[in-house]
């Protein structure tokens, strides 16, 4: 029997992962953040001390790439070469490397694969920026959450002073604006809007609201 798959696509901090996250609880399916992948791919890089953005190098890395997924009271857990690195990838730094190394058509191959092959196991809800575009062009329903770049640079800001990082909103605001581009101007699997996807902006909008209204959507489907 197939499953149902849901794509959810948009730029950083559009709100995609809780909102997901959220969405995917309330109505049991398995909740998949492709993002973490890539951040688990320039961890590992950055740790070698590579550059993110030497090809070569990166490629080498591909072979003994070890992520696996795994899920711990329903919340998304992503092991490197064995170890949780769920935290690790969330730093400032990482966010760079990863949209460095998803310009890679090597790297996004790779991922794709593993991306694929999760979403043959469950009813799923996939985040991310190529998922309604390349990695699932079949999904049950695609949507694509955006927001101002000012809501968007705030709520990262929101959610690095709540974990105790000390940042600038300004910096932050600036990191997004480049990565954005960066993704969206990338040659393979760009940061684009699927040709059947609901838009769904959410700036001006409490979470809450935006969750029912994505749960809405996800049931009258
Ligand atoms: O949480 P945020 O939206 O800031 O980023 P993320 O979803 O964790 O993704 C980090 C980076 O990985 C993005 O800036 C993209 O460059 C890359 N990425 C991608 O290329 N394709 C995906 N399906 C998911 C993430």
Known sequence: MSTIKIAIDGPAGAGKSTIAKAAAKALGYVYIDTGAMYRAVALKVT????????????????????????????TQVILLDGKNVTQDIRLPEISKGASEVAAISEVRMKLVEIQRKLA?????????RDIG????????????????????????????????????????????????????NREFAPLKVAEDAIVIDTTG??????IDKIINIIKEM
């Open 120 to 128: 043959t196991k469950n009813n799923i809800i996939m985040d991310g």
């Open 133 to 184: 575009t390349y990695v699932l062009p079949d999904a049950n329903l695609k949507i694509f959450l955006t927001a101002s770049i000012e809501e968007r640079a705030i709520r990262r800001y929101n959610e690095m002073i709540e974990k105790g990082s000390s940042c600038s909103l300004d910096e932050i605001k600036h990191d997004i604006i480049l990565r954005d581009e960066k993704d969206r």
């Open 47 to 74: 740790r070698q001390r590579i550059n993110t953005q030497d090809t070569q190098q990166v490629c080498a890395l591909l072979d003994e790439l070890d992520i696996t997924i795994k899920y711990k009271d329903g």
């Open 205 to 210: 909008n409490d979470l809450e609201k935006s």
